[in-house]
């Protein structure tokens, strides 16, 4: 795993940081078909038996994502914290079974589940009388998981 972040003051008030991660994973579980059948002929190198599944350490995944997050620090009864997240990740499906037996590089590609982009804001103010009120929001945009099939949200 690999992280660069650069931090700096804008002024006094305000801070900004920006961080690039990336983190290749291997050697997670996938099951493999020992005994496939021949797309041709339908025929299985050991006809005794139907698909026999291994378990390997063949699983990979690769993330990259770029975090940046503006900051003003509290004055003037106010503070905000905003982040944007763009995160991408590819993998070959770790824990489930090969699409194709003859040709395990064709799992690879999009990873399910993630969020590309995240924005994320919150921010207080202290009025007078020591009241305070604070706030937060979050707003994520799925990836889409068409690229293997299934179905889901538009990025």
Do not use: C
Not at 9 to 26: K, L, M
Not at 55 to 77: C, D, I, P, W
Not at 111 to 139: C, K, M, P, Q, Y
């Amino acid at each position: 795993m690999y992280n660069l972040t650069f931090s700096s003051q804008i002024t006094p008030q305000f801070a900004i940081d920006v961080s690039g991660i990336y983190n290749f994973t291997q050697h997670d579980r996938k099951i493999q078909d020992i005994n496939p059948a021949d797309p041709l002929t339908g025929i299985r190198p050991n006809a005794n038996f139907g698909r026999v599944d291994q378990q390997q350490s063949t699983g990979s995944m690769e993330y990259r994502a770029l975090y940046v997050r503006l900051e003003k620090r509290f004055s003037h009864r106010t503070q905000l914290l905003a982040s944007y997240t763009y995160a991408h990740s590819d993998d070959n499906e770790p824990l489930v079974r090969y699409i194709d037996p003859f040709n395990p590089h064709d799992d690879w590609g999009p990873a399910d589940g993630e969020r590309h982009h995240t924005f994320v804001a919150s921010g207080s103010v202290l009025f007078a009388l020591r009241i305070h009120v604070g706030n937060g929001l979050v707003v994520g945009v799925p990836a889409s998981m068409e690229s293997r099939g299934r179905t889901g949200l538009e990025q």
